[in-house]
């Protein structure tokens, strides 16, 4: 059996077709560099609200390259609208605002996002933890009423071990010196 050429180019048309869509799919379902930071501001509460004609917008979605799909966005514009006819307390996009009111307006860096709404932008790259494979170490030192508090917590799994725990008592919370 002889495959004419005709047949041979509408075969080799079809995989090319058929490895463009494949590629496009990898490319909006891959991981992302920014998928844990934009799932992480989503689980913080914050939206942005945008439309689909702003520049500004589209640079902001492009920021986070394919990790955009993990943010929580409102489209405030209808088809063919040039108005915020969907979001009318909303006057200026991009909008981006969390559960507490905290907001932001215009094109702003990742950066400036992590730092707004106390998300970390960048995990592997946070002082003062140590990744240790499956787990994760973290010295913490704060302050409460009695003193300062220094503790090592560790990550594993879904798993958060607390492990030494000390209070150093804060004399000028007592009146003694």
């Not at 913080?44 to 990790?67: D, H, I, L, R």
């Not at 973290?138 to 071990?161: F, K």
Request: proline share 3%; hydrophobic share 35%.
């Amino acid at each position: 059996m002889k495959i004419s050429s005709t047949t041979s180019m509408i075969g080799l048309a079809v995989l090319v077709i058929a490895g463009l869509i494949v590629a496009g799919m990898w490319k909006n379902y891959a991981p992302g560099e920014y998928d844990d930071f934009a799932k992480d501001l989503t689980e913080a509460g914050v939206v942005m609200y945008g439309t689909y004609w702003c520049p500004n917008c589209a640079a902001q979605k492009e920021a986070f390259g394919s990790s955009f799909r993990h943010i929580e966005y409102i489209e405030c514009s209808s088809p063919g609208s040039k108005t915020f006819d969907l979001c009318p307390d909303i006057k200026s996009v991009p909008y981006w605002v969390n559960e507490e009111g905290v907001n932001l307006t215009g094109k702003v860096s990742l950066q400036t996002l992590a730092d707004t709404f106390g998300v970390l932008l960048n995990r592997e790259s946070t002082p003062g933890i140590e990744d240790e494979g499956t787990s994760t170490t973290v010295e913490v030192t704060g302050e409460n009423g009695d003193g300062t508090v220094n503790a090592e917590v560790t990550i594993e799994g879904e798993d958060v071990i607390v492990e030494d725990v000390v209070v150093v008592e804060d004399d000028s919370t007592t009146g003694e010196e």
